[in-house]
Structures are given as C-alpha cells and as structure tokens.
C-alpha cells in the first residue's frame, strides 16, 4: 500500500448489524420490502514508516454506514412450510469514513444508491416467517462490499 510505507496492518470488518423492516404481500410468490439497515463499523489499524505522502506513526479508520432498501422478494416453496427465496433491491445508503494518521483526524460523509442481492431459505407456519439470508451490497464511490448473514423473523404476511 502507498510505496510500502504501510505495515502492521489489522483490520476488524465483523461486525453485528441490525435492521427493521415492513412489507407488502403482492400474491403467494412475491413480496414487497421497506427495511432500515444499520450495518454497523468497520475499522483498519496500520503503522506508517513516514515514506510517501504519510506521517510516521499509527494510522486508523473507521467506517460506519446505514440506509434504507427498498427490495423485491420473490419466493418458491419446496415443502408446505419451507422456501427458497430471492431478494433484489435499491439501497439508499449514507456512510461516515473517519481517518486518523497522528493526530490528525478527517472525515468524510457520502451518500449514494447501490444495488442490494441475496437469498436464502424461510420457514414459514402461520402468519410467522424465519429466514436465513446471505446478501451483499456494494457501497461508497471506495468500493467497499458488505456481505451480510443474517436471520429475520417475520410475522404478518
């Protein structure tokens, strides 16, 4: 990274997210989502040699990003109670990177839209749902990709 000037990098990009959610039952296959999301913080933690354009010293960042998807989800069942699913959606997503290099700390927010896929399994009897998910999205001009798993319970529709 940067003409070798980086070492002891660690980075921590686990982390716990949480989110909300309501939706419309167009018909036995298709389901309309609203759903907040709070993807939780990221971070990495290096030191720099002072080559370059940095400092000597530590260096951090952090990133946090939450929003709003607005998503399809379209359904097939395998048994009476079990289902694959897919879930196609828009995130509107804001995301706040702060950069700390000895002492010296910027911050920078962004907003944007990106596309939001993934799929999974549901168990569903009555109006009660579980589903187990595995999805990404791609957010921020840095590229930055959030894989999410994750288990949601649905009462309703």
Not at 3 to 8: V, Y
Not at 28 to 34: G, K, P, Q, S
């Amino acid at each position: 990274m940067n003409g070798g000037s980086i070492s002891s990098i660690s980075e921590d990009d686990d982390d716990t997210s949480f989110s909300a959610l309501i939706g419309v039952k167009v018909n036995d296959y298709f389901v309309a989502e609203l759903e907040y999301i709070d993807f939780g913080n990221t971070n990495m933690k290096a030191t720099s040699n002072g080559e370059e354009s940095w400092n000597a010293g530590p260096i951090k960042t952090d990133l946090d990003a939450d929003g709003w998807l607005l998503a399809g989800v379209a359904s097939y069942p395998i048994t009476d109670h079990f289902s694959v699913f897919a879930r196609l959606g828009m995130l509107w997503c804001d995301t706040t990177e702060k950069f700390t290099e000895t002492g010296l700390i910027s911050k920078e927010n962004n907003s944007g839209r990106d596309a939001y896929y993934g799929g999974g399994i549901k168990y569903q009897t009555g109006p009660w749902q579980l589903r187990g998910e595995i999805a990404r999205t791609e957010i921020d001009d840095d590229g930055y990709d959030i894989d999410r798993i994750g288990l949601t319970l649905i009462w309703g529709y």
